[in-house]
Nanobody, 121 residues
Framework: VQLQASGGGLVQAGGSLRLSCAAS????????VHWFRQAPGKEREFVAA????????YFADSVKGRFIISRDNAKNTVYLQMNSLKPEDTAVYYC???????????????WGKGTLVTVSS
C-alpha cells in the first residue's frame, strides 16, 4: 500500500486547511489511518487517527476540538480538516496506516510522504 499526503500550504493563523491521504496499491479499508506531524527541530508527534470503520477517532490534546479526521473507504482516502490553525501547528504532516492505533508510531506498517503546513501569525 502506498500513501500520498496532500493539501498542505501556507495559511494565516485562524484559518483552515484540509489534508488528504490517498492510498493505492492495496486494500486500505482494513487499516487504522493516522496523521503525525514533525516540526523543525522537534520530535514527531501523533495528531489524529481513525479506525477502519470510521466510527472511532482519536486526537492529540493539542488539536482536539479544532481538527476533524474522516475517511472515505470507497475513495481510499482519509481527510484531516484543520480549523483554527495556530503557528504551532506548523509542521510536515504525514499519514500512516497500521492494523491498530499506534500513537507512538510503533506498529505503523505504511508511511506516506509528508505535506508541509505553514501557519503564519
Amino acid at each position: 500500500v502506498q500513501l500520498q499526503a496532500s493539501g498542505g500550504g501556507l495559511v494565516q493563523a485562524g484559518g483552515s486547511l484540509r489534508l488528504s491521504c490517498a492510498a493505492s496499491g492495496g486494500t486500505f479499508r482494513t487499516y487504522a489511518v493516522h496523521w503525525f506531524r514533525q516540526a523543525p527541530g522537534k520530535e514527531r508527534e501523533f495528531v489524529a487517527a481513525v479506525m477502519w470503520g470510521g466510527g472511532s477517532t482519536y486526537f492529540a490534546d493539542s488539536v482536539k476540538g479544532r481538527f476533524i479526521i474522516s475517511r472515505d473507504n470507497a475513495k481510499n482516502t482519509v481527510y484531516l480538516q484543520m480549523n483554527s490553525l495556530k503557528p504551532e501547528d506548523t509542521a510536515v504532516y504525514y499519514c500512516a496506516a497500521s492494523f491498530s492505533i499506534a500513537r507512538t508510531g510503533d506498529g505503523v506498517k505504511y508511511w506516506g510522504k509528508g505535506t508541509l503546513v505553514t501557519v503564519s501569525s
